[in-house]
């Protein structure tokens, strides 16, 4: 079985029903939000429980250890997101809300995003990113991305962000 999210296959409804049913496990929630970093994700019980989960369903867990790394990642960020709203994450973060003359992610936090060297440099950067997203953003969308992490995915996101007109553009 091929690691992959979306909403059509095992790994995206799961992960999505689970996300859904944080709102009624308020502890899980909290003990995931509070976690700075990739590493205190994965030794916490509520991303456990979930990996053995996600392992049960056919996730492989042996192959490669940055792939679980980026599965922690996943559920740290997915913990912060209140509002799945399907979109490219990338283009989420640079629309423009009526009335607004900003994107709410700007053009040099995005660049950052994009620079991010590892995962935990990732996670960090995002997770300071959601908040100014008022925590709205595709959910299947942003773990596959995550999860597939690399130079297709960046530019990915640099053709979706609608990148701000300059004054002599």
């Known amino acids: 079985m091929s690691d992959h999210f979306s909403?059509?296959?095992?790994?995206?409804k799961t992960l999505l029903k689970w996300w859904q049913d944080l709102e009624d496990d308020r502890a899980s929630r909290a003990i995931l939000r509070r976690a700075p970093t990739v590493?205190?994700?994965?030794?916490?019980?509520?991303?456990?429980?979930?990996?053995r989960r996600f392992q049960a369903i056919g996730?492989?867990?042996d192959s490669v250890a940055w792939r679980n790394d980026r599965f922690a990642a996943i559920v740290g960020l997915v913990a912060h997101v209140s509002e799945d709203r399907p979109g490219a994450p990338a283009k989420a973060m640079s629309y423009k809300p009526p009335g607004e003359?900003?994107?709410?992610?700007?053009?040099?936090?995005?660049?950052?995003?994009?620079?991010?060297?590892?995962i935990d440099s990732l996670?960090?950067?995002l997770r300071r990113?959601?908040?100014l997203m008022e925590?709205?953003?595709?959910?299947?969308?942003?773990?596959?991305?995550?999860?597939h992490w690399g130079d297709d995915r960046k530019k990915r996101w640099a053709y979706a962000y609608e990148w701000p007109a300059r004054?002599?553009?």
């Open 167 to 169: 004054a002599n553009d």
């Open 129 to 131: 990113t959601l908040p």
């Open 7 to 12: 909403r059509d296959n095992v790994f995206g």
């Open 101 to 118: 003359d900003r994107p709410p992610v700007s053009e040099l936090r995005f660049t950052r995003l994009l620079e991010s060297p590892d």
């Open 39 to 51: 590493t205190a994700l994965t030794l916490s019980a509520p991303y456990q429980r979930l990996f």
């Open 123 to 125: 996670f960090v950067g």
């Open 135 to 147: 925590h709205r953003i595709d959910v299947i969308a942003l773990a596959d991305d995550i999860l």
């Open 59 to 61: 996730w492989n867990a």
